[in-house]
């Protein structure tokens, strides 16, 4: 079974920044894609920033210019830092990991955190 626990939410100014940090745990072979995700009271969840095992990025055009995301393949953890945040990135941000082997053979899967709340105050 594959876990994926986060860290890093909470209540920042409009302008200030935070980082997530995922990590990835269990009997884990390759991961390809991790990447964040949020959902905001009464709207659907949506893509934030995904990195590939390449190192490939792709980011909403929402968070373009101010959010990163970052990834270590070695130890299965990918981080997000946000910067010049923004009311409207209130949100619950959840980490993905797409594309999950346990073996070599095996069928891959897709895991998702539990989420972690992010809120920017005005």
């Known amino acids: 079974q594959v876990q994926l626990v986060e860290s890093g939410g909470g209540l920042v100014q409009a302008g200030g920044s935070l980082r997530l940090s995922c990590a990835a745990s269990?009997?884990?072979?390759?991961?390809?894609?991790m990447g964040w995700y949020r959902q905001a009271p009464g709207k659907r969840r949506e893509l934030v920033g995904v990195?590939?095992?390449?190192?490939?990025?792709n980011y909403a055009d929402s968070v373009k210019g101010r959010f990163t995301i970052s990834r270590d393949n070695a130890k299965n953890t990918v981080d997000l830092q946000m910067n010049s945040l923004k009311p409207e990135d209130t949100a619950v941000y959840y980490c993905?990991?797409?594309?999950?082997?346990?073996?070599?053979?095996?069928?891959?899967?897709?895991?998702w955190g539990q989420g972690t709340q992010v809120t920017v105050s005005s």
């Open positions: 993905n990991a797409d594309q999950v082997y346990t073996s070599l053979y095996s069928t891959p899967r897709n895991y």
């Open positions: 269990g009997s884990i072979f390759s991961i390809n894609a």
């Open positions: 990195i590939n095992a390449s190192g490939a990025t």
